[in-house]
């Protein structure tokens, strides 16, 4: 621990002297530094960016009105993977939406806030315009782009299923929705990428929206063992029965 006449030297250092300060691993250090009046929005900001700073500095820092009346260090604070959890879980539902974004797909950011970050986002898409929908649709997380898919708009839906987040994972959630646009649908199963994702076509030969004459297209491609199961399943659509019927007596046929 610094001796006191450390502390106020450190307090009343000059504020070239400051930016190598706040460079210090000694939490002691840090914490008379951020006491120091010659710190400004600019420098705590660059500040924050440090991941390595101890929790009870930045604990500090979210104690001080000054700097907690200050957007750009809110911010910081709600992407800093050492931030109080409660001051985060206060603090994360006064973002802009494109900063709930970035806070949603920061790896560094913990897993619970992530997620909070993208409830959030989700309770907001009701409300948004037609051009904040279609920026999400391009550069949101999974969950808001599967989300955006499922309401069907045909200005967005492309765009979300070309969203690079959206996973196999959320795209077979979205599947198994009981009511879906067929657009939708028909979108998916026409889609350069997820059209030929094997799990994605099982789910679109189970969809009674897929137009038929696409699931027909994907028979050849889909093992005799999972047509079997599909022929068995007690909610396969009626009007693919026979084709599946016959596509499985091909394919024994042809192995005798």
Not at 6 to 26: E, I
Not at 95 to 101: G, I, P
Not at 207 to 227: G, N, Q, S, W, Y
Request: charged letters at 25%; hydrophobic letters at 45%.
């Amino acid at each position: 621990m610094p001796r006191s006449s450390d502390a106020l030297g450190v307090r009343a250092a000059s504020r070239g002297d400051l930016a190598a300060l706040l460079d210090s691993a000694d939490p002691d250090i840090l914490l008379a530094a951020i006491e120091n009046p010659a710190l400004d929005e600019k420098m705590l900001c660059l500040f924050l960016e440090r991941k390595d700073l101890p929790p009870e500095v930045l604990a500090r820092i979210t104690k001080k009105k000054q700097w907690m009346s200050s957007y750009p260090v809110r911010l910081r604070l709600v992407r800093h993977p050492r931030t109080p959890r409660l001051v985060t879980l206060a603090v994360i539902r006064q973002l802009y939406l494109f900063d709930l974004v970035g806070v949603s797909l920061l790896p560094s950011v913990p897993a619970e806030i992530r997620r909070l970050a993208e409830d959030l986002l989700l309770n907001r898409l009701a409300q948004l315009p037609l051009g904040q929908k279609l920026t999400l649709a391009r550069r949101g997380p999974a969950r808001v782009a599967a989300k955006l898919a499922e309401e069907g708009l045909p200005q967005v839906l492309p765009l979300a299923l070309d969203n690079a987040y959206l996973n196999e994972g959320q795209l077979l959630k979205t599947l198994a929705r009981p009511v879906l646009p067929p657009r939708v649908v028909e979108a998916i199963s026409q889609h350069r990428k997820w059209s030929y994702n094997a799990n994605v076509r099982m789910a679109l030969v189970r969809h009674p929206l897929t137009p038929l004459a696409r699931v027909l297209e994907f028979l050849p491609d889909i093992p005799v063992h999972h047509l079997r199961d599909l022929l068995s399943s007690a909610t396969m659509r009626q009007d693919l029965k026979s084709y599946l019927t016959h596509e499985v007596a091909r394919r024994t046929s042809r192995k005798r």
